[in-house]
């Protein structure tokens, strides 16, 4: 390590050297002012080390905590085992929680992280994140505020779990902790968040969440306006507030114990505004006098919550300077060997150990939890009798009734899913039967859908939610990329978020619509890594893949997005009004399951296959019907899952006919099709390929659709082609 000191460190040592020592009083707190010290000062050391190894370009990671440190206060104030969600500057947090479980190794686990070494413990190199499930911290990437929706999500499923009766990996009292910055207050996250918090508690849903705003500020580089935090927060209904000043250490060890009594006491949520500095800039690559005073930045060094812990212990006689800073010494040197030892630790060495973590796989164990039947009803949830055949939104609905039957863990939530029984009645009849603590409605905001499950994943629950359109999702889907499908990659697979989403999704549903009620981009989702993404077209597939959705989840803690088609919810025919051949006899639980990415094949013509998926399954069928009576085969591949692609069934059949016809209703420019055509291709396929989508478009009103969705008469016409070639 390089001896050239930082500004900040000399004049902390000039700082302390020049204070008198003080008479011995106690404070009341005197070993608790100690602990704080030490888990301060092995923070602050731990941010030279990480600002010193980036500039050996060893290190990878320099978004230090110096300035923040008194959020170690707001540790010692709660239990090890209150679950914690940390943004990025949570240092002393994390030291000050280590000293309070035994057998911790915190300065090697941090140093690990910033040398991406693959022994790093909760990510094993693949970020930099405070995170550790010994110490009940869930590592959060805390971009921009995106996991308070989660932490929100999971004071609300503390109380929920316990009323079901459900084991929880914490203490039904526990207190959820979530820290973030000034700037990440203003974002949308966060005040949708802290409204779903108060619209809980409200109602007198028990909400123990203790909101920690650690305001220094600045968002890098622009600045919050003076007193804007307390002008916001303080003085909401419903909303506890405290505040303390992080250069006053008694003051934040006593106000964030008052803090977090008033939370654990009251099950209600508590906004406790830490007032700190940032120290030593956003991160080793920012150049702070680019946008603030150098007089600026030094005045800042006087409100340094450490020295403020380190004059605290001289006045009071605790310790002299001396003593000061032979302790702060001896951390530097703890340090010091503890990155030696990091540097010599091994790192990721392949993209299979990389990816390890994404999401488990064990098709066998899903396979088996899918197949055991629940038991026995003493009737139908729906009206339908049994052996009755169904449409699709009637067998989501007994499918989704079983599983709530099954198992009191699994929840069924979404906007209008309760008493009015969903916007097409696909959750009818579920909340009389199962009560509203297991089927209930949420408020208007996707990213507090979402966030529910990523808390009540969680604490031990199975939950479906629901968005009631797939165009509703885009501004809430970072809960699903960067929260839910991240967790099990940033915690080494030690954490995960077990959850189905259900999507009413595409198009062409008559007399209704536009595009936000008709909406076909998935490109998004099918983007994100370990997701699985279901699309059923017709009503037994729907009941038997819901089914394999929910013992994902609940056997490998998958996330599930489940699209369902709205123009078929309620579709009966087929070809001739009246066939009924749209329907069909619901799956009883015990009789199979669909596998995640296995395809669906219809007929084994050998002349064209036609690929397929939602609407576009009816659709292809008829096509093929017609193509038969002029003498053409075609066989119908339904994909069923879009991600993972059914990769295996597809070359077979596509193989099997040397001629391709993909009916794609996404858009041309990243719809399915696209996925398709490459995989046909990786695989070497080389007969003939074509593909059909809807336009590069947003879907109008009306018949207008129809000029931009693709329709049986171009499936038929590019079917033709194909065949002339």
Known sequence: MTDKRAPLDDHFLAAVAAQQPGTRTSSGLDAELLALFDAQATSRHLDFAARQLGQRGLGYYSIGSSGHESNAA????????????????????????????????????????VVASADEPISAGRHKVFGNTALSIIPQTSTIASHLPRSVGLAFALGRAEKLGVDCRWPADSVVVCSFGDASANHSTATGAVNTALHCAHQGLPMPLLLVCEDNGLGISVRTPPGWIEASYRDRNGLAYFSADGAAPLDCLRVAQQAVEWTRTHRSPVFLHLRTVRLMGHA?????????????????????PLLGTAKTLIEHGLLTPEQVIDRYEAKRSEVAEAVEEALSRRKLGSAAEVMAAICQDRPEAVAERASTAPPRRESPTSSVEQGERLTLAQAINRS??????????????????????????????????????????TLLDEQSILGTALGAGLAGLLPIAEIQYLAYLHNAIDQLRGEASTLSFFSNGQYRNPMVVRIAGYAYQRGFGGHFHNDNAVAALRDIPGLVVASPSRPDDAAAMLRTCVAAADVDGRVCVFLEPIALYHARDL??????????????????????????????GTDLTLVTFGNGVPMSLRVARRLRERGITARVVDLRWLSPLPEA???????????????????????????VLTTLVDHEYTGAMARVTSEDSFIPLGEAA???LVDEETVEQAAWRLLKE
């Open 74 to 113: 707001v540790a010692a104030a709660l239990r090890p085992t209150d679950p914690a969600l940390l943004h990025y500057r949570s240092g002393g947090f994390y030291l000050r929680r280590a000293q309070q479980v035994p057998g911790q190794h915190p300065v090697l686990d941090v140093l690990l992280g």
């Open 284 to 304: 080793g690559s920012d150049v702070e006098t680019a946008y603030r005073s150098q007089r600026e930045i030094s005045a800042d060094y006087d409100r340094d």
């Open 400 to 441: 989704l009734a079983d599983e709530l039957e099954r198992d009191r863990r699994v929840l069924v939530f979404g906007e209008d899913v309760a008493r009015k029984g969903g916007v097409y009645g696909v959750t009818r009849g579920l909340r009389k039967k199962f009560g509203a603590s297991r089927v209930f409605d």
């Open 575 to 604: 070809h001739e009004p009246g066939d009924n051949r749209w329907t069909a006899k619901y799956p009883e639980p015990g009789t199979g399951h669909v596998p995640i990415g296995r395809a669906r094949q219809y007929g084994t």
């Open 649 to 675: 069934d597809l070359v077979r059949a596509a193989e099997a006919t040397g001629r391709v016809l993909v009916v794609d209703e996404t858009r041309r420019s990243g719809g399915v099709s696209e996925a």
């Open 706 to 708: 129809y000029h931009v």
